[in-house]
C-alpha cells in the first residue's frame, strides 16, 4: 500500500521515476521496486515518501483485532461508490443494506452492498474494489461470496420457499488507469471470475429486478464522480482494451470527489 501511495503522488505530480529518484537521492530502480509491490528498506520509503510530502507511517496491527470502521469507511473513495449506489438502489423502493457480514464455515467476510426484491425474489451482490494489489486474494474473497452469500441472506430474511430466483453478482471497480492496467494484464483472470455481461446489472441500475432464473457474475468499471451522466457511468469488462481511464489512480480520484 505504501508503494501504491507513492506510485499515485507520482503520477499526480507527472514526475518520471527518474525525476523522483533525484530528489529522493535514490535510484530509478529504487523508486521502481516498491511502486510494484517489491519491498525495499524503510529508509529507502522514507526517503522517496517524505520527497512527495507524503507522511510515512509504521503500523503494527493485528487484523483479528479490528477497531470498529476499521477499512471501508476510511477509504473515501470506496465509501463514494457505495453511497452512489445504495442511493440510487433505494430511489427504486428495493430493499438495500451495506457492509452485510455473512459466515459459512471457515468463509466469513461482508459484502459491500446488497440489494434485493421480495417479488421477483431477486438478490443484487456488489463488491467494489478501488485497485487490486492482490488480485487473486480479491477474487479468491468475491468466489467465497458468490459461493455462500446468497443462501445466508436468504436465511437472514427469512425466504424459505423458492430460496432466490435470480442472483447478480457485480464487482464494481474504479474506472481509474491503474485498475485498467490490472484489468489488461490480468484479462483471463478476471473473464474466468466474471464472465457474464452487465446487462444484469444495469437493469437493477434502472430499477428493474432481472426476471427468470439465473445466476450471473459481472464486472463494470465505474465513475463514482456526481457530475458523471448515467448514460457514460458505466464500462464493461470486454471494453477495459479499448476506453480511456477516468481517474489516473486513487489519489486522482480522491482529489476530484473531494472537490
Excluded at 507527472?14 to 523522483?20: A, C, D, K
Excluded at 430466483?165 to 485498475?179: G, K
Aim: aromatic share 8%; hydrophobic share 40%; glycine share 6%.
Amino acid at each position: 500500500m505504501a508503494g501504491q501511495a507513492v506510485r499515485d503522488e507520482r503520477r499526480r505530480r507527472h514526475w518520471t521515476l527518474r525525476e523522483l529518484g533525484e530528489r529522493a537521492g535514490v535510484s530509478a530502480a529504487q523508486v521502481q521496486r516498491p511502486e510494484s509491490g517489491s519491498p525495499v528498506s524503510l529508509e529507502t520509503y522514507a526517503r522517496v515518501a517524505t520527497s512527495l510530502d507524503l507522511w510515512p507511517e509504521l503500523t503494527a496491527t493485528d487484523p483479528h483485532q479490528r477497531r470498529p470502521g476499521h477499512g471501508g469507511n476510511q477509504d473515501f473513495v470506496h465509501a463514494a461508490m457505495g453511497e452512489l449506489e445504495v442511493s440510487r438502489l433505494r430511489t427504486h423502493a428495493f430493499g438495500v443494506a451495506i457492509d452485510e457480514r455473512y459466515q459459512h464455515y471457515q468463509f466469513a467476510g461482508r459484502a459491500d452492498v446488497v440489494a434485493w426484491d421480495m417479488v421477483t425474489r431477486a438478490l443484487l451482490h456488489i463488491e467494489n474494489r478501488t485497485r487490486f494489489p492482490d488480485i487473486q486474494g480479491a477474487l479468491g474473497s468475491y468466489a467465497a461470496k458468490r459461493s455462500y452469500l446468497a443462501d445466508v441472506l436468504a436465511d437472514r430474511l427469512k425466504i424459505t420457499s423458492g430460496r432466490w430466483r435470480s442472483v447478480t453478482h457485480v464487482v464494481a471497480a474504479l474506472w481509474s488507469a491503474e485498475v485498467l492496467h490490472d484489468l489488461r494484464l490480468r484479462t483471463e483472470t478476471f473473464n474466468a471470475a466474471c464472465p457474464d455481461p452487465a446487462a444484469d446489472f444495469r437493469q437493477w441500475w434502472a430499477g428493474v429486478s432481472p426476471p427468470g432464473a439465473r445466476v450471473t457474475s459481472s464486472l463494470v468499471l465505474l465513475d463514482p464522480s456526481p457530475d458523471t451522466p448515467d448514460a457514460r457511468r458505466f464500462a464493461e469488462l470486454k471494453d477495459a482494451q479499448r476506453v480511456r481511464p477516468r481517474y489516473r489512480g486513487y489519489a486522482d480520484a480522491v482529489a476530484r470527489l473531494r472537490r
